[in-house]
DNA sequence: CAGTATCCGGGCGGATACTG
DNA sequence: CAGTATCCGCCCGGATACTG
């Protein structure tokens, strides 16, 4: 029980509580999660806007995204009868949750992007460079 | 300039902020670089030792996640001549810091992970289980 | 012991075409 | 507008065999 150590990684990170991070990790890991969560952090967007809003999405790729982050209850999918059809995804309480706990993280990745860059720029250079085609 | 939300997600949050992020999540968001790191977090550890730490890992696996970590600068690799050859793999500080930002992240997913397993299963039992095969 | 080389299946993700 | 259906290339990752 004894807090193991003072900078505080999580705590124990045995191999079990490894592979529960994992399974989340997996969840927003993928090309496009981040992007559209991103996007839905603080208003509602229908899915043309989502669309525009995330440059590059293709219209599948898109869909897939959504239905998985609804599946797994971080996105509601809200489809108004209406002539030309509407559909609104909204972030949940949960899934603002995630975002929240996401900030460590993100301050992480923008404040040492540029370093890691820097280190693999050198990394690549200074190696005997076999062809890895 | 105004701080915009009290419950504060990451600032800004723009697509650009967004893509750095993801970077990030994508050099850890594979299926074994969260595992490794989590072996290195408090010791040192060899190649074959890190092998058997990690359930399942192959060893091309092994290697290619550690060459990504090393070229990251996450990881330092460190060879000993000796006779049977000896390679110690190091988290560096760099590495460190990582870990401690995934703090967050990691008390979400244990904390959640049941959640999200639940409202996976009833969105599967209640759709119309379109053969998606 | 600590890797590399090779082969291979499966799934991610893009492009395009079609629909209620 | 908001999707679905289909095709397809590429790369991730496993299995196996070989090496300094």
Redesign the pocket.
């Known amino acids: 029980m004894a807090a193991p150590s003072s900078t505080s990684l999580w705590p124990e990170a045995d191999e079990e509580q490894c592979r529960q991070v994992l399974q989340i990790l997996s969840l927003i890991g993928?090309?496009?999660t981040i992007l559209v969560i991103g996007q839905l952090r603080d208003r509602t967007l229908?899915?043309?806007?989502l669309?525009r809003a995330v440059t590059?999405?293709?219209?599948?790729?898109?869909?897939?995204?959504?239905?998985q982050l609804e599946r797994d209850g971080l996105v509601t999918?809200t489809?108004h009868a209406s002539v030309?059809?509407?559909?609104?995804?909204t972030l949940t309480e949960l899934g603002m949750t995630l975002l929240d706990s996401l900030t460590a993280l993100s301050r992480w990745a923008i404040g040492h992007r540029q370093e890691i860059i820097d280190h693999r720029h050198r990394y690549d250079t200074v190696q005997p460079s076999?062809a890895?085609s």
């Open positions: 993928d090309k496009w229908r899915f043309g806007e669309h590059g999405i293709s219209q599948r790729m898109l869909t897939r995204t959504l239905r999918r489809v030309p059809p509407r559909v609104d995804y076999q890895r």
